[in-house]
């Protein structure tokens, strides 16, 4: 009886545990289910973070990133970072939150609970993603380090948002471009009409391209820099057969595998800014010659002929502004016959060019 009377007395003592542990449980479910509260986000993308005109900027939430035209909008499968500081207290509300998009734009939510006592709050995003973000003191800047697959994205990064709290239930973020984008246009400037047309472009690839590096970003000022870390890839722009067609009035952007009309039909791809130095970044063309008959005498086609064309002395003070299109024009000049044949980018230099459709770049 008493080793009975025993184990009723301990079997109690555990239903009495068991439901204070289950009760405690719902508590601390309906605390923290009561306190989280929906943050929703008005997306739109910039080329410089200055909202002009409706023209010059685009609301990005259902846009993609084709690897067909490297459109640098937000791909709403891909989150963005975002992040939260209470200046006023010197805390970190925010760390690194993944905010995630959908049929409605993108969203988040987070804890009211744990912000108490907190008036406003300093909201900073980045686009895309990454694992971790490192802070300088008081939190008025943050590291974000950009892999190749990152940068391949098209970086972007938003201008810090002042918000009180009880505004948090819809936050406008203006992201702006925070790499550089280059693409390339080509034509036959051969002056001799009966050497014209005998180019095709069989291959394009540039040389040394800065592709990884770490973003500072100043939440204060909403500027950044970039640290590059040391990472150069080449960047295979044009592979195929395509007849380059004659005279300036005929050039063409240079595709994946075709010269197209449009820009946003290029291959185009995005690069860390970065200073160009003698001998170092350059474009590489590979090109055939048709056979031809020349004063009586015929000339067996060439094939695989190869030219690098450098970059140093084409760019103001030599180096790359992020947040900027560069379009390299390049003039292929069947000069001599009687010569090793060669060509040289004669059309024009590289430009600089802010344009109105958001989503060219």
Same mark, same amino acid.
């Given at each position: 009886?008493?080793?009975?009377?025993?184990?009723?007395?301990?079997?109690?003592?555990?239903?009495?545990?068991?439901?204070?542990?289950?009760?405690?449980?719902?508590?601390?479910?309906?605390?923290?289910?009561?306190?989280?509260?929906?943050?929703?986000?008005?997306?739109? /993308?910039?080329?410089?973070?200055?909202?002009?005109?409706?023209?010059?900027?685009?609301?990005?939430?259902?846009?993609?990133?084709?690897?067909?035209?490297?459109?640098?909008?937000?791909?709403?499968?891909?989150?963005?970072?975002?992040?939260?500081?209470?200046?006023?207290?010197?805390?970190?509300?925010?760390?690194?939150?993944?905010?995630?998009?959908?049929?409605?734009?993108?969203?988040? #939510?987070?804890?009211?609970?744990?912000?108490?006592?907190?008036?406003?709050?300093?909201?900073?995003?980045?686009?895309?993603?990454?694992?971790?973000?490192?802070?300088?003191?008081?939190?008025?800047?943050?590291?974000?380090?950009?892999?190749?697959?990152?940068?391949?994205?098209?970086?972007?990064?938003?201008?810090?948002?002042?918000?009180?709290?009880?505004?948090?239930?819809?936050?406008?973020?203006?992201?702006?471009?925070?790499?550089?984008?280059?693409?390339?246009?080509?034509?036959?400037?051969?002056?001799?009409?009966?050497?014209?047309?005998?180019?095709?472009?069989?291959?394009?690839?540039?040389?040394?391209?800065?592709?990884?590096?770490?973003?500072?970003?100043? /939440?204060?000022?909403?500027?950044?820099?970039?640290?590059?870390?040391?990472?150069?890839?080449?960047?295979?722009?044009?592979?195929?057969?395509?007849?380059?067609?004659?005279?300036?009035?005929?050039?063409?952007?240079?595709?994946?595998?075709?010269?197209?009309?449009?820009?946003?039909?290029?291959?185009?791809?995005?690069?860390?800014?970065?200073?160009?130095?003698?001998?170092?970044?350059?474009?590489?063309?590979? #090109?055939?010659?048709?056979?031809?008959?020349?004063?009586?005498?015929?000339?067996?086609?060439?094939?695989?002929?190869?030219?690098?064309?450098?970059?140093?002395?084409?760019?103001?003070?030599?180096?790359?502004? #992020?947040?900027?299109?560069?379009?390299?024009?390049?003039?292929?000049?069947?000069?001599?016959?009687?010569?090793?044949?060669?060509?040289?980018?004669?059309?024009?230099?590289?430009?600089?060019?802010?344009?109105?459709?958001?989503?060219?770049?």
């Amino acid at each position: 009886m008493k080793r009975f009377a025993f184990y009723l007395t301990s079997l109690l003592a555990l239903l009495a545990v068991a439901c204070n542990q289950i009760d405690e449980g719902l508590d601390l479910e309906l605390d923290s289910s009561s306190k989280q509260q929906k943050m929703n986000f008005d997306i739109m /993308v910039t080329r410089d973070g200055q909202v002009v005109s409706k023209e010059r900027v685009g609301v990005m939430t259902r846009g993609s990133v084709d690897t067909s035209d490297k459109l640098a909008t937000m791909d709403e499968d891909v989150p963005f970072g975002l992040i939260g500081i209470d200046f006023e207290h010197n805390r970190l509300l925010i760390d690194n939150a993944n905010v995630t998009g959908g049929k409605e734009g993108y969203s988040t #939510f987070f804890d009211g609970f744990l912000w108490n006592g907190t008036e406003k709050v300093n909201l900073s995003a980045y686009y895309p993603r990454v694992g971790s973000v490192d802070y300088g003191d008081g939190y008025e800047s943050y590291s974000i380090p950009y892999t190749v697959k990152e940068t391949d994205a098209g970086p972007l990064v938003s201008k810090t948002v002042e918000r009180a709290i009880d505004q948090l239930n819809m936050v406008p973020l203006v992201f702006q471009h925070i790499t550089n984008d280059i693409g390339y246009k080509i034509c036959d400037i051969t002056p001799d009409k009966s050497l014209q047309g005998l180019i095709h472009l069989r291959k394009v690839t540039a040389t040394n391209v800065a592709s990884a590096g770490v973003y500072v970003n100043d /939440v204060l000022s909403g500027s950044g820099v970039w640290h590059k870390q040391g990472y150069y890839r080449k960047v295979v722009v044009f592979e195929g057969d395509a007849k380059v067609g004659v005279g300036s009035e005929n050039e063409l952007f240079v595709g994946y595998d075709a010269l197209v009309e449009r820009m946003a039909d290029s291959h185009r791809y995005y690069s860390i800014p970065d200073d160009i130095e003698i001998g170092k970044q350059c474009v590489e063309v590979v #090109f055939d010659v048709e056979g031809f008959k020349h004063n009586n005498y015929y000339y067996e086609p060439l094939k695989n002929q190869v030219r690098k064309f450098m970059l140093y002395g084409l760019l103001p003070d030599n180096v790359f502004v #992020f947040g900027k299109q560069y379009t390299f024009h390049i003039g292929l000049d069947l000069s001599s016959i009687y010569r090793e044949i060669t060509f040289a980018p004669a059309v024009a230099d590289w430009e600089t060019t802010i344009y109105e459709n958001n989503e060219d770049f």
